[in-house]
C-alpha cells in the first residue's frame, strides 16, 4: 500500500511504499540516493518509474518531485539522516532515454540500458554501467566497469580497477592504485592515468586525436593499427620499450624518443617510469593481457 504525505519537503510530493510505480513524462530525469546496499536501475517501454526496495524491518521508499526530477532514496535515510547503516536493495525500472545520477557512498550500483547521461558518485563499492549514453563515474575505493557508452566517459577510482569497453566518445581516466583497461574504443581523445597499475588501449588511433597513456608503476600496452597516421612520444625511467613492428626513431636519448607512423596526424603519448611499454598490431597478444 502506497502513504502519500504531502508538504514533508518544502511542499513536495512524498510516497512511501516497498513497491511503487510513479508517472514519468518525457525528458524526466532521477536523482537516486542510497547509503548503504545495492542500487540496481533497469529500462521498460513505460513513461513510469517503479521503485521497489529490500531491507530488514518495514522496506520503504521516498519520492520527491522536483519540477522535471524525481529524487529517490530509501526512507529510512531521511529518519535517521546519513547515519543509517542498514543495508538496502532499491531497485528501479524506468524509461528507456532516462538521465540519472546516483550517491551511493556504500552501495554497489548496476545500471544497464538506459541509453542516457549517467552520472555515479560512491565511497566505497562497485559500479557497473552497461549501454548508456555519457557515463561519469567517481569511486574512492571500488572497480568500474563501464561498457557500451555512446558519450563521453570520465572515470576516477582511487583503489580498484577501471575497465571500458565497446565505447564510442572520448575517455578520460584516472587511477591510483588499480589498472586501466579499454577494449574496443572508438574516440579522438583518451586520456588514461594511473599510480600503480598496468594501462592496456585497444581502439582507434584517429588523425588529429590526441592519446595519452601514464602509469608510475606499471605496464602500457597500446595497439597502433597499420593505417594509423600518429606521432608517438615514449618516456621511460626503468623499463623496456618493447614493439611488435619495425619503427624508425627520429629523435630521441636512452629513455625518451619519439618516432613517426604514416603522416604523424595524431599524437600517442605513452609514460611508464617503472614498467615496460609494449606497442602492438590489432589481434597481437601479449602473456596477461587482452
Known amino acids: ?120 558518485e560512491s565511497v566505497e563499492g562497485d559500479v557497473w554501467v552497461r549501454g548508456a549514453g555519457s557515463v561519469a563515474v567517481r569511486a574512492a575505493e571500488g572497480d568500474i566497469r563501464i561498457e557500451g557508452a555512446r558519450g563521453a566517459v570520465a572515470a576516477s577510482s582511487g583503489d580498484g580497477d577501471i575497465e571500458i569497453t565497446d565505447a564510442a566518445g572520448a575517455v578520460a581516466v584516472e587511477g591510483i592504485d588499480g589498472d586501466i583497461t579499454m577494449l574496443d574504443i572508438e574516440a579522438s581523445s583518451v586520456d588514461a592515468v594511473t599510480v600503480d597499475g598496468d594501462v592496456v588501449y585497444r581502439g582507434t588511433i584517429r588523425d588529429g586525436g590526441q592519446y595519452r597513456l601514464s602509469t608510475h608503476d606499471g605496464d602500457i600496452v597500446a595497439t597502433v593499427p597499420e593505417s594509423a597516421n600518429v606521432r608517438v612520444w615514449v618516456s621511460t625511467f626503468d623499463g623496456d620499450f618493447q614493439p611488435s613492428f619495425p619503427i624508425t626513431l627520429s629523435t630521441g636519448l636512452q629513455n625518451r624518443f619519439e618516432f613517426t607512423i604514416g603522416s604523424g596526424s595524431a599524437r600517442l603519448e605513452l609514460e611508464a617510469f617503472d614498467g615496460e611499454i609494449f606497442l602492438i598490431r590489432p589481434g597481437e597478444r601479449l602473456p596477461d593481457y587482452q
Open 1 to 120: 500500500m502506497t502513504n502519500l504525505v504531502i508538504g514533508a519537503l518544502t511542499g513536495l510530493a512524498l510516497m512511501q511504499s516497498a513497491d511503487t510505480t510513479v508517472q514519468a513524462p518525457s525528458g524526466t530525469a532521477l536523482a537516486i540516493e542510497n547509503r548503504h546496499g545495492s542500487v540496481v536501475v533497469r529500462t521498460w517501454d513505460r513513461r513510469e518509474v517503479r521503485v521497489q526496495t529490500q531491507r530488514p524491518g518495514e522496506p520503504s521508499v521516498e519520492i520527491a518531485r522536483d519540477g522535471s526530477t524525481l529524487r529517490i532514496r530509501p526512507a529510512a535515510a531521511w529518519r535517521h539522516g546519513d547515519h543509517s547503516d542498514d543495508d538496502i536493495e532499491l531497485r528501479l525500472t524506468v524509461p528507456e532515454s532516462t538521465a540519472m545520477s546516483v550517491s551511493a557512498p556504500f552501495a554497489d550500483v548496476d545500471i544497464e540500458g538506459t541509453g542516457a547521461s549517467v552520472a555515479v
